[in-house]
């Protein structure tokens, strides 16, 4: 099936640095891929749909100069959390479509962001 | 108004039983897809199960179910047999308006399922 690999699995940085989020589709392409964060015991959040050559769109009350987003080609996006503070210690999941029609979406295994 | 509804945060089934894990949705589309995962403590999101607003036919694959009915606005997720590997988040999900593959998905606040030996 379908695989989206995500990096890194976890990280911790200090407060007011940089951390930027790998989402490679392995075996498609991929011209959106999906962002979400999700807090502990919480449901997922969309925050931005990255588009292949494209600015991101991202959803409402979420900082794009906060969290940039990167689709630089048909199987990877990236996320930069930047400057970043305690407040954005989350889980960030990316996923993507295979194909269109009942295709599912397919995630990455997540990213832990600890920032101290 | 919430798009997805899972009203049971958490439940506790006894190994070898059915469970029902309920989820309700609202959309004035008439074309939308309906999808549940699992979320292990790993953090994995992982594809159950899906069911599209024509099917006629409820969705199986192996052992889950959904149970759609599709005037009352309802998704229900059945796990026949349950296993010990049951144990972990589920998560009810809606896509709106085909676009081409590039729709988001909508989740619901999840329900914790606990398989007890």
């Known amino acids: 099936g379908a695989v989206v690999s995500q990096h890194p699995s976890w990280v911790i940085c200090k407060s007011g640095t940089s951390v930027k989020i790998e989402c490679r589709s392995l075996?498609?392409?991929?011209?959106?891929m999906f962002w979400y964060r999700q807090f502990p015991k919480q449901s997922l959040m969309l925050m931005a749909t990255s588009n292949e050559g494209s600015k991101a769109t991202y959803e409402q009350g979420v900082e794009k100069d906060k969290f940039l987003i990167n689709h630089a080609s048909l199987t990877l996006s990236t996320l930069t959390v930047t400057s970043a503070h305690p407040e954005d210690s989350s889980f960030y999941i990316c996923?993507?479509?295979?194909?269109?029609?009942?295709?599912?979406?397919?995630f990455g295994n997540g990213t832990r962001l600890t920032v101290t | 108004a919430q798009k997805i509804t899972q009203t049971q945060p958490g439940m506790f089934v006894q190994e070898k039983e059915a469970v029902t894990l309920d989820c309700t949705y609202d959309?004035?589309?008439?074309?939308?897809?309906l999808f549940w995962y699992k979320q292990p403590s790993s953090g994995e999101m992982i594809f159950l199960i899906y069911?599209?607003?024509?099917?006629?036919q409820n969705a199986t694959e192996g052992r889950y179910s959904l149970n759609f009915q599709k005037a009352r606005k309802s998704a229900n997720l059945v796990i026949s047999a349950s296993q010990l590997g049951d144990s972990a988040m589920y998560f009810c999900a809606m896509r709106e308006a085909p676009n081409f593959g590039n729709e988001k998905l909508t989740f619901g606040t999840g329900t914790r399922l606990t398989i007890i030996p």
């Open positions: 959309t004035s589309d008439q074309s939308y897809g």
């Open positions: 069911q599209g607003s024509y099917d006629e």
């Open positions: 996923s993507a479509y295979e194909r269109t029609g009942s295709s599912p979406l397919h």
């Open positions: 075996d498609f392409q991929a011209t959106t």
